[in-house]
T-cell receptor, first 112, second 112 residues
């Protein structure tokens, strides 16, 4: 799997947008970008994933650059409950023989 | 759906004892994963199954660790004999490709 680079930590004020960057400069054409988060003491939670186009769901938006070498996860209105470790992972579209490998992620701290 | 169910939630055992962790995946999911999380090493993939067949067990740390999936609705991770360095939170996850993984709440294992 391609490796990702994320800042170790970020801060965000409650109610503001949280923009979490991820670099994946060696991503290949059939690899998806996945985002997960892990709130303290809980199992990781799936947020969103995408291949080329920008994606949006009820939790977040995923913006992938045209060259696919980086992406940004956007939490439009961060709340205290969004404080968590956020993981950016790239993985082949063909799941057979592969699995999600988690790095260190970004610790997002949302404060009031 | 009740999600991925793991048991027990907490396990405290003495060094040398056998420990069995259990997981019930989401019905219909064809992949099942076992991860281990510690402060030092983060989230590590131990083993995963596809349609009850082990695909990759290269993350299993030693022969003391074994995992089985006798049917689509049940998996076990066994440690025999257990050691203090096995203390960690063990997560089970299941998925239906290409969608995201759903993780259980984890089993916190303490070996004294």
């Amino acid at each position: 799997d391609a490796k990702t680079t994320q800042p170790p930590s970020m801060d965000c004020a409650e109610g503001r947008a949280a923009n979490l960057p991820c670099n994946h400069s060696t991503i290949s054409g059939n690899e998806y970008v996945y985002w997960y988060r892990q709130i303290h003491s809980q199992g990781p939670q799936y947020i969103i994933h995408g291949l080329k186009n920008n994606e949006t769901n009820e939790m977040a938006s995923l913006i992938i650059t045209e060259d696919r070498k980086s992406s940004t996860l956007i939490l439009p209105h961060a709340t205290l409950r969004d404080t968590a470790v956020y993981y950016c992972i790239v993985r082949s579209a063909n799941q057979a023989g592969t699995a999600l490998i988690f790095g260190k992620g970004t610790t997002l701290s949302v404060s009031s | 759906d009740a999600g991925v169910i793991q048991s027990p939630r907490h396990e405290v055992t003495e060094m040398g004892q056998e420990v069995t962790l259990r997981c019930k995946p989401i019905s219909g999911h064809d992949y099942l994963f076992w991860y281990r999380q510690t402060m030092m090493r983060g989230l590590e993939l131990l083993i995963y199954f596809n349609n009850n067949v082990p695909i990759d067990d290269s993350g299993m740390p030693e022969d003391r660790f074994s995992a089985k999936m006798p049917n689509a609705s049940f998996s076990t991770l066994k440690i025999q004999p257990s050691e203090p360095r096995d203390s960690a939170v063990y997560f089970c996850a299941s998925s239906l490709d290409p969608y995201g993984y759903t993780f259980g709440s984890g089993t916190r294992l303490t070996v004294v």
